[in-house]
């Protein structure tokens, strides 16, 4: 079921059934929603989607791509009505000379908005800027009039909403509930000399070129000239050493295990695995910790602002529906004659 214009031009909605119709939404004049009266047009809600339409097109038969048009409404929609009802009520404040001033100063604004489009694009010139707009399926005109809306819709909530305050124990309460989220595991500095069976020719081969290498280590040569000389493992060219690294990522486990019980400078036996033989060494460890508080509390500090400020915009947005007339091309009942408007799209 689409809405559409009536015949006589007016704005009120008439329901069609489109059931295996051939044409497509986003043509001009259609309407996907309408909220106190203002339309909100198929068109605007399917800009952003314009490039993935385009090849979905090419593609699909019409049928098939005007439900996944519809589909695409149906996920958009609700932020397009949730800013024409801020922007209304921004409106509904302002007389005409005040609206007027108001968008004097967003065509002020629009400009720099202008200015960051061309470098973001490259664009040397407003035709060029054009070009490189219609190529993402949208223009100049439109881009004005969402930045617009984006405008007025933000300068209501900033006008509605207070800074929110974080109590102490607020954030201690956050911490304490997310504790693990700072949990980091016990980890491991080393080394590692790293023999191949496949590299070396075999087993028997690996086993010889090892023997070598922890004889030059009982000789008193350093972990890393023998792991340099001998080790053909990923490491062998800075002397096998590894990063800070958790022993449960580790993937064999003798070796892990042989980790977690050396001292530090301490050298393994010879471990044997599927595909080579190594010798490790902890160069350093660090306990199993937790991240303290008062090194995240300013981190937690902004989430728990920014979650109040959410909930806070959420309750405008749901006062503002309580109090508004919202109609949609997805509804099963609509009544243009009855239709109801706030008080300033009872003046337009």
Partial sequence: MEPVMSDDGSSGLMLIDHQGADDVLGEPGEVAAWVNGTPIFTAEVLERRRP?????QAQMPSAQFR???????QEDLPSHVDEALLVDAVKTQLDGEQLERVEQQLDIYFEQEIARLKEKTGA???AELEAQLQMAGTTL?????????????????QERLQEPTVTRQELLADYRAHLEDYHT???VKWQQI?????KQGGVSAARQVMERAVAELRSGASFDDVARR???GVMAASGGHWDWTQFESIANQDVSEALQRLSVGETSGVVEGEKALQLVRVVDRRAARYTPFEDVQNEIRDRLRAEKRRVAAEEILTELRETAVIET????????????VSPVSATK
Avoid: C, H
């Fill in 141 to 157: 005109a439109s881009a004005r009039k969402a930045f617009g809306r984006r405008q007025l819709a933000g300068q209501y909530l």
């Fill in 185 to 187: 595991p016990a980890e």
């Fill in 67 to 73: 439900i996944l048009q519809e589909r695409m409404i």
């Fill in 329 to 340: 091309m997805f509804d099963d009942r609509v009544n243009g004659n009855d239709r109801q």
């Fill in 230 to 232: 001998y080790s053909d």
């Fill in 124 to 126: 040397g010139t407003l």
């Fill in 194 to 198: 790293w023999i191949s069976y496949r």
């Fill in 52 to 56: 993935q339409l385009a090849q979905a």
